[in-house]
Nanobody, 124 residues
């Protein structure tokens, strides 16, 4: 499975961005899909995940109420709508496929597939 993320860019604080990730190679409907980010000089951190059916979603406390994750299994995609962005949201965002447990528990070595990151920069 290859994951390709897009949609990053530069936005002012309070603005919105929508990240998209497309999966290629085979269906990812059996995987949970998520977004992980890495801010400059910091380690990776879990942002959001969605279960295989799309019915269960998980969020880091820092983004709850501002970010919304969704998936479309027919299109093999996962999106992250980011609203009310803050400078501390500045990071490279990676989409990932794996189990809900490994994604939400930030057990990154056990995540099955990673996409290349897309940079989100939020200016103050």
């Amino acid at each position: 499975v290859q994951l390709q993320a897009s949609g990053g860019g530069l936005v002012r604080a309070g603005g919105s961005l929508r990240l998209s990730c497309a999966a290629y190679g085979r269906t990812v409907s059996n995987y949970a899909l998520g977004w992980i980010r890495q801010a400059p000089g910091k380690g990776r951190e879990f942002v959001a995940a969605v279960g295989g059916s799309g019915g269960t979603t998980y969020y880091a406390d820092s983004v709850k109420g501002r970010f919304t994750i969704s998936r479309d299994n027919a299109k093999n995609t996962v999106d992250l709508q980011m609203n009310s962005l803050k400078p501390e949201d500045t990071a490279v965002y990676y989409c990932a496929a794996g189990t809900e447990t490994y994604l939400t528990m930030s057990n990154f070595p056990y995540i099955d597939h990673w996409g290349k990151g897309t940079l989100v920069t939020v200016s103050s």
